[in-house]
């Protein structure tokens, strides 16, 4: 049976919902990510890498790259789930064993069953040791250029579960073997715990981008593919909802968007906030829009010439509203930003200026700069 809540929610309560469940207090990294759930990865840095830009804000004294310094000692791995990013191991393991859509030849198993002997003799490698002991060659790459095959081979014995990423050396991913996970005695929980972490992360959801997230899982657990249909069906009846203006939302089981902790208006303590845009609270682009008013688009990949708002336009959180964006760009070493708002102009709360002062202050820090 569905949980509906008791009385109307309103769509300024979700806002609130929005932002104050997942900018929780400064705890540790691991913390952070547990909580988290999961934490997309980009390798864009303008300042930083969406990861590093996405934990500054939930982590005491992040510093940009700590994550990937502090990687070889935490119990997380960095795989595809709904997107590529990092994972408690708990969470990870529930998406193996994998079963691709694509098998291999017999002659690309054995140059996999070859490279992985190689890499439990040596422990930790770098592609380039398989590249030399193997030498594969090149091949064509998704974007139409050209890759090390072993770069190529080490990322499907990956996706594949046979070998992990040990950590990265320059930002080049290290390769270690995997053990194999045992398959889950009962796949519908496993499925439904799936659904769990991207609800917990990404929440409130409306129904439609509950729906788009739950389809992410064939990729993330090709194995599944055929009850991501049954598990949206369960989801949709385990799940607390509410309909607010025509679209159904859902969130955890143990929270309430109504609830008299997310009612304060000021739910960041008065604070300016750069998010990265894959952060979970402008994730959803759709509810972004229902929730904002206006509409975010990541413009990297945009030509130049049709961008609206910048290569990697941060949205800009103030309180509970995002009011717009910034651009940053290190130069003299210094952090120097163009923003822009949706009302044509910022805030003339004094206040807001203040604010903001504090958060380009925190980000030079963040980048080692102050």
Request: charged letters at 25%.
């Amino acid at each position: 049976m569905n949980i509906l809540t008791r009385r109307p929610i309103t769509l300024a309560e979700l806002r609130r919902y929005t932002v104050g469940r997942t900018l929780f207090g400064p705890v540790t990294l691991a913390r952070a990510i547990e909580r988290l759930g999961f934490v997309q990865a980009d390798p864009i840095r303008a300042p930083a890498r969406a990861q590093d830009l996405i934990l500054r804000h939930r982590v005491h004294d992040y510093r940009a790259g700590d994550l990937e310094r502090h990687y070889p000692k935490l119990a997380i791995e960095e795989d595809f789930f709904v997107n590529y990013g990092f994972l408690p191991r708990n969470t990870h393991a529930l998406l193996h064993p994998r079963t691709p859509r694509t098998t291999w030849s017999k002659s690309h198993g054995k140059k996999a069953a070859a490279v992985l002997a190689f890499v439990r003799e040596r422990g930790v490698v770098h592609p380039h040791d398989v590249d030399a002991r193997f030498q594969h060659g090149k091949v064509r790459n998704w974007f139409g250029g050209s890759t090390n095959a072993s770069t190529q081979l080490l990322d499907q014995m990956h996706y594949r579960g046979l070998v992990r990423i040990a950590g990265r050396a320059s930002g080049t991913r290290l390769y270690a073997a995997r053990e194999a996970t045992p398959p889950p005695v009962d796949p519908q929980v496993a499925m439904d715990s799936l659904i769990d972490v991207i609800v917990k992360k990404y929440a409130p959801l409306p129904e439609r981008s509950l729906a788009e997230l739950v389809g992410r899982l064939r990729s993330g657990a090709p194995q599944w593919a055929n009850d991501c249909r049954g598990g949206l069906q369960r989801s949709r009846t385990r799940l607390p909802s509410a309909e607010v203006d025509g679209t159904r939302w859902f969130w955890p089981a143990n929270e309430n968007p109504g609830a008299k902790r997310w009612s304060s208006v000021d739910v960041t303590e008065g604070k300016v906030r750069l998010l990265a845009p894959f952060d979970p609270i402008v994730w959803d682009r759709r509810r972004f829009e229902t929730l904002w008013g206006w509409a975010y688009r990541f413009e990297a990949y945009v030509p130049a010439a049709r961008r609206v708002r910048g290569y990697y336009a941060l949205p800009l959180l103030w309180r509970d509203a995002v009011i717009g964006w910034g651009n940053l760009a290190v130069i003299d070493n210094r952090v120097e930003s163009q923003l822009g708002y949706v009302s044509g102009k910022p805030p003339r709360d004094a206040r807001f200026k203040r604010a903001l002062e504090e958060e380009l202050a925190r980000m030079q820090k963040f980048l080692g700069m102050a």
